[in-house]
């Protein structure tokens, strides 16, 4: 389910299969947060710019995500153990 609050969004998970990756995250963690996401102007930039930086990321391009955004992840051992998702603007 998804809830618009204002100028954002509150997502709920639940696994759809018992080998997906939101079954696997709570089998490993338990239930709980499983990611923040944040909407940018141009994902490939920001993709490109953060691995300069040294950022890990788990998608180097986009893919098509919830609500046909855009997306891409960054890898939870570069940003303090939080996985974060980076949503494009719809145009």
Request: charged fraction near 25%; aromatic fraction near 6%.
């Amino acid at each position: 389910d998804i809830y618009q609050v204002d100028n954002s969004k509150l997502e709920f998970l639940q696994s759809t299969s018992p080998d997906s990756p939101i079954a696997r995250f709570i089998e490993q963690r338990g239930e709980g947060m499983h990611h923040i996401a944040l909407l940018v102007d141009h994902l490939q930039p920001a993709l490109d710019y953060l691995q300069d930086q040294g950022i890990q990321l788990i998608d180097k391009t986009s893919r098509i995500g919830a609500e046909g955004l855009s997306i891409a992840f960054l890898h939870p051992k570069s940003t303090g153990g939080i996985l974060i998702e980076l949503c494009e603007k719809n145009k």
